[in-house]
């Protein structure tokens, strides 16, 4: 039997993806910020808890997929000309119609402790801005018929009956300025 954690109301669910990063600039005036996925803490610390789930042999588990994603803008929220890579990371509550029904500040690993910082309040709010009106495919339960295995337990392809779970997931947004121009540090699956 497959074990899978996932996060049904509002528990814990996280793919990793290798990462490489780029950094790039952005006008002042219509900068964007791209996101990275975070992965679960396995140690028993950090936002909500990983509940594990074990598939039945007739069930299957598709991921939420983000297909509207609006980046953060910063624009003139924030009038420092200095910055240094600063990471926001936010938990999203993805409800079942695969809208995030709310982000909370994570600050549960130290590469996040300064989005939570006061002065850092401008980040925090841009990325909250953005992730509102972010969708997703929403995540789902898939259920087969009695007697056949899906063929491929994260997609629900061949199911009976397919539904829709709320999910908790983990993103990160760095924010930089140098010189008073908006930088982007984006990373990217390899």
Not at 52 to 72: D, F, I, K, N, S
Request: with cysteine.
């Amino acid at each position: 039997m497959k074990r899978l954690s996932m996060l049904v109301a509002g528990t814990l669910s996280l793919a990793g993806c290798a990462t490489h990063e780029r950094l790039t600039a952005q006008d002042t005036r219509s900068e964007n910020v791209d996101h990275q996925r975070l992965q679960v803490r396995r140690d028993g610390g950090g936002t909500g808890a990983v509940e594990a789930y074990a598939l039945r042999p007739t069930e299957g588990y598709r991921m939420p997929q983000l297909h509207t994603a609006p980046p953060p803008v910063l624009g003139s929220a924030d009038p420092r000309q200095e910055l240094p890579p600063t990471k926001v990371c936010l938990q999203l509550v993805v409800d079942t119609e695969g809208r995030v029904e709310r982000s909370l500040p994570l600050a549960d690993r130290p590469e996040c402790e300064a989005g939570t910082a006061a002065v850092n309040l401008p980040l925090l709010q841009a990325a909250q801005q953005a992730v509102a009106m972010w969708r997703f495919s929403p995540a789902a339960l898939c259920h087969f018929p009695a007697g056949s295995a899906p063929r491929d337990a994260t997609d629900c392809d061949g199911a009976e009956r397919i539904e829709a779970v709320p999910v908790s997931l983990l993103y990160a947004f760095t924010f930089e300025i140098v010189k008073g121009r908006h930088y982007v540090r984006s990373e990217t699956g390899g």
